[in-house]
C-alpha cells in the first residue's frame, strides 16, 4: 500500500510554496528595483499641467518639512485654501432658529409641554 496525503497536508504544502513564490518575486523585484528606460526609447511624455498652483503644491510636498518655512509654499496652501473653501468670508453660526426652522426656541411658560421640562437621563435618578 501506498501512503496516502491528507488534504490538510496537501493544502499546508500548498501555503507554503506561495510563501516561497512570494518571497521570491519580492526579492526579484528588490534586486532589480527601479529601472530607468533604455536610451533607445522615446522619454515619457511629460504631464503639462495648465494650474500653476498644481506644480507648486507638488514642490511643496517634495520640500518636505523644509515647506512650512518656504514663503512660496505658504502662500501657495493659503491659495488652495481659499479655493477649496471658497472665497468669501465664513458664515457666522447659525442660531437654532435657523438650524431647525418650525421649532421653538424657547419652551412655552406654564404648559410644561416646553422641550425643556422634560426630564434628562441624570434627572431620573
Known amino acids: 500500500m501506498t501512503p496516502r496525503i491528507a488534504p490538510a497536508m496537501a493544502a499546508r504544502a500548498a501555503a507554503m510554496a506561495f510563501v516561497m513564490i512570494a518571497i521570491a518575486a519580492t526579492a526579484i523585484q528588490f534586486r532589480h528595483g527601479d529601472h530607468k528606460p533604455a536610451e533607445g526609447s522615446p522619454p515619457l511624455p511629460a504631464v503639462v499641467d495648465a494650474d500653476p498652483l498644481r506644480a507648486d503644491?507638488?514642490?511643496?510636498?517634495?520640500?518636505?518639512?523644509?515647506?512650512?518655512?518656504?514663503?512660496?509654499?505658504?502662500?501657495?496652501?493659503?491659495?488652495?485654501r481659499r479655493r477649496?473653501?471658497?472665497?468669501?468670508?465664513?458664515?457666522?453660526?447659525?442660531?437654532?432658529?435657523?438650524?431647525?426652522?418650525?421649532?421653538?426656541?424657547?419652551?412655552s411658560v406654564g404648559t410644561g409641554a416646553g422641550p425643556l421640562d422634560q426630564p434628562t437621563p441624570k434627572d431620573e435618578r
Open 57 to 80: 503644491l507638488a514642490r511643496c510636498q517634495i520640500l518636505g518639512e523644509a515647506g512650512a518655512h518656504d514663503a512660496g509654499c505658504l502662500h501657495a496652501w493659503a491659495e488652495n
Open 84 to 107: 477649496f473653501l471658497g472665497g468669501g468670508a465664513r458664515p457666522s453660526e447659525p442660531s437654532p432658529a435657523e438650524m431647525f426652522p418650525g421649532t421653538r426656541t424657547s419652551p
